[in-house]
């Protein structure tokens, strides 16, 4: 299974975006699916994560409120909404999968073993 990540963009400071992760290749039955962000010269971060099956979400703080995970398993796409964008959001945002026996949420990047190329999010002010 490959991971591909897509809807990036440029967009001013309050503006949205909606990131989609589409899985292919094979049966995508991994559950937990989770979102990183990594901006020049940072560590990679956790944004957000949902467990596909049960619908559990989970978010990193920067971001509770703001951005929304979900998923739509009939297509095999994980989407995140970026709603109110602040220029610090600006990034490199990668999806990633949990195993595919795996239930659990983690919001640490070594738990993840397939990762997406990453797309884009530049936010002006």
């Known amino acids: 299974v490959q991971l591909q990540a897509s809807g990036g963009g440029l967009v001013q400071a309050g503006d949205s975006l909606r990131l989609s992760c589409t899985a292919s290749g094979g049966t995508f039955s991994n559950n937990v699916v989770g979102w990183f962000s990594q901006a020049p010269g940072k560590e990679r971060e956790f944004v957000a994560a949902?467990?596909?099956?049960?619908?559990?979400?989970a978010y990193g703080s920067s971001v509770q409120g703001r951005f929304t995970i979900s998923t739509d398993n009939a297509k095999n796409t994980v989407y995140l909404q970026l709603n109110s964008l602040k220029p610090e959001d600006t990034a490199v945002y990668y999806c990633?999968?949990?195993?595919?026996?795996?239930?659990?949420?983690?919001?640490?990047?070594?738990?993840?073993?397939?990762w997406g190329q990453g797309t884009q999010v530049t936010v002006s002010s």
């Open positions: 990633a999968a949990r195993g595919s026996r795996i239930t659990v949420i983690a919001r640490s990047r070594s738990q993840y073993n397939i």
């Open positions: 949902i467990n596909r099956y049960s619908g559990s979400t």
